[in-house]
């Protein structure tokens, strides 16, 4: 089965850190620019962080900037994220997904495959 499987979630107080992996399953990441999301409740799924598979860049909306880095390891099979500097508005369930069309990061949820099951995230005050 085609799919990724992130791991890390928890309960974090406000300041914490944490660090959330992305498997991919039945597949590598070589040709897939890969994306990390996140849904409140009530909220919109938002994809706020990327890594091209061509040359490794990053792209990062503006409320995650400074504080979270994706990376990917070596043999192209595992996404991170960390997470620093945690705030209650960063509670939310987190995926990850990849872009089965090119290397690149595209800014649309639905140009994204293979979701996971997703991390739950919740940081107190």
């Known amino acids: 089965q085609v799919q990724f499987v992130e791991s890390g979630g928890g309960l974090v107080q406000a300041g914490g850190s944490l660090r959330l992996s992305c498997a991919a399953s039945?597949?590598?990441?070589?040709?897939?620019?890969t994306g990390w999301f996140r849904q409140a409740p009530g909220k919109e799924r938002e994809v706020f962080a990327c890594?091209?598979?061509?040359?490794?860049?990053?792209y990062y909306i503006d409320s995650v900037k400074g504080r979270f880095t994706i990376s990917r390891d070596n043999a192209k099979t595992t996404v991170y994220l960390q997470m620093n500097s945690l705030k209650p508005e960063d509670t939310a369930v987190y995926y990850c997904?990849?872009?089965?069309?090119?290397?690149?990061?595209?800014?649309?949820?639905?140009?994204?495959?293979?979701w996971g099951q997703g991390t739950q995230v919740t940081v107190s005050s």
């Open positions: 997904a990849a872009n089965i069309m090119g290397t690149q990061c595209p800014g649309r949820v639905y140009e994204y495959n293979y």
């Open positions: 039945g597949f590598t990441l070589d040709y897939y620019a």
């Open positions: 890594i091209s598979s061509s040359d490794g860049s990053t």
